[in-house]
C-alpha cells in the first residue's frame, strides 16, 4: 500500500527558512515523513527534529518524495526550480508552493515541471506569530491547479484542513487581487511606520498600539518576503500607486482646512 493511501506522506521540502520549519512542526506531529533540502546548512536543526535533510539536490530527489513543497523566497524560486535536476525524480509526484504570490509559481512551476507531475498552488495566510498558538479558524487558500492524483492531493490538504483551517479554494489570479489590496497593504504601511521609527509613547492609543503591532509583525519577515510580494504580484503596483494618492488628497484636504481656518480668523 502506497504511503499516500494510508494517508501518511513522504514530504520533501525545498526551502528550509523560517516558514518551513513553522509548518514543519505541525507536519511531523501528524505523523508524516519530513526531508529537506536549502541554499543553507541545516543539517543540525533537522536532526533535532527528525527531518531528513539533503545536501545534494539528486539524492534529496531521488528519495521517492509524496510531494515535493516549494518554500523558497519568491525573489528565489525562478532560479531554485530551473536549477532542479527534474530526472532524478523516481515517480510523477506533487509539487505544492506556499509562496505568498500566486499568478508566479503557478506559470513557473506549468512552464517547467514535467507534465505528469501535479501542480497545488497554496498560501496559508498564516505564519509563525499569528499561527503560534494553532492555526484553528486561519485561512488556509489554494488552486487546484493541475491534479491528476487526487489521493495525495487531498491527503496533502488534510494536514491543514485536520487543524481547523478555513479551506478556501480560490484562483491564483483572484488570490493576488485580494492579497495586493491586504496582505501587501499591510506590509506596505508596516514598513512606511518602520521607516518612520515609530515606537510606543507613554499615551498611547488603542488604535496607535495596534499599528506598533503591525509594524513589528510585518518588520519580522524578511525584505525579501515583502519585495517578493511587489515585484511578483502584477496587483501591487496600482497598490501603491493608490496609497501615494490616497496620502496626496488628504494632505491637500488638511492643507485646504488650514487655508480656510486661517482666512476666516483675519
Ligand atoms: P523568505 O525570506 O521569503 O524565504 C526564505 C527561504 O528562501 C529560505 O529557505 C532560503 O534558503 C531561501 N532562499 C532565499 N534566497 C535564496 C537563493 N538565492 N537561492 C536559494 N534559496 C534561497 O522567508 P520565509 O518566511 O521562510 O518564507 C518562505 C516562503 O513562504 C516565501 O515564499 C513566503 O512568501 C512564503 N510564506 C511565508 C509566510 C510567513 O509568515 N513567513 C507565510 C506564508 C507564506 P536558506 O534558508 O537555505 O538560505
Known sequence: MSSSSQNYLKIGI???????????????????????TSRSDYTDL?????????RDMNAFLESNNDVILLSTS?????????????????????????LSVKEYPRDLMLQVLPSDSDVLCTHPMFGPE???????????????????????????????ASEGCKMMEMACEEHDKLAARSQFL?????????????????IDTKGFQKLVEVKESTSRD?????SGLFVHNRFAK????????????????????????ELEQS
Open 238 to 261: 496600482q497598490q501603491l500607486r493608490e496609497v501615494e494618492l490616497a496620502l496626496e488628497t488628504i494632505k491637500q484636504q488638511l492643507l485646504k482646512r488650514m487655508t480656510n481656518e
Open 74 to 98: 519568491i525573489l528565489s524560486l525562478s532560479q531554485v526550480i530551473k536549477s532542479l535536476p527534474l530526472n532524478c525524480l523516481r515517480k510523477p509526484t506533487l509539487f505544492v508552493d506556499v
Open 186 to 202: 499591510t506590509h506596505t504601511i508596516g514598513r512606511v511606520l518602520a521607516e518612520m521609527e515609530v515606537e510606543p509613547t507613554p
Open 130 to 160: 499569528s499561527g503560534r498558538h494553532g492555526w484553528k479558524d486561519l485561512s488556509f487558500m489554494y488552486d487546484k491547479v493541475r491534479i491528476t492524483n487526487e489521493a495525495t492531493c487531498s491527503s496533502f490538504l488534510q494536514i491543514f
Open 222 to 226: 524578511s525584505f525579501d518576503l515583502f
Open 46 to 54: 533537522c536532526t533535532q527534529l527528525g527531518v531528513s535533510f539533503f
Open 14 to 36: 525545498i526551502g528550509f527558512g523560517p516558514f518551513a520549519q513553522f509548518l514543519v512542526k505541525t507536519m511531523i506531529k501528524q505523523g508524516h515523513s519530513i526531508r529537506a
